[in-house]
């Protein structure tokens, strides 16, 4: 396992740390408001198979908390760029802002793995 990213972004008076690891023919990313991280929701999504498709995922969630359509985003956007399966755990405790923490954590992977996508 080789760490390729670490992060962290702040959002407004929030914190976000990001850590992505290389695993073998795919990604594990942490993502969380806190810095210990957390499991919270585990998402695995796979690249699309076809060109001009969208990727695919799947979630399951842990301890009851409410981030699926987040972590599903995420998910999909890290397995689109980086052509790989990707698992992510996403773990929010903040509920505030969740839609602006999305898209920063978006904006974020898409400057970051920018090379990636040509």
């Not at 957390?38 to 969630?61: H, Q, W």
Request: glycine share 4%; net charge positive; hydrophobic share 40%.
């Amino acid at each position: 396992m080789k760490k390729i990213v670490e992060k962290n972004i702040q959002i407004e008076d929030l914190t976000v740390f990001i850590k992505i690891f290389k695993l073998y023919k795919s990604y594990l990313a942490l993502i969380s408001d806190q810095k210990e991280l957390g499991i919270g929701n585990i998402t695995l999504s796979s690249p699309p198979t076809i060109k001009g498709m969208k990727s695919t995922s799947s979630s399951f969630r842990l301890f009851g908390l409410q981030n699926d359509l987040s972590s599903s985003i995420i998910a999909k956007k890290l397995s689109y760029v980086l052509k790989s399966p990707v698992l992510v755990l996403f773990f929010l405790k903040s509920e505030d802002n969740e839609e602006e923490i999305v898209k920063s954590i978006v904006n974020f992977i898409n400057i970051q793995f920018k090379d990636l996508k040509k």
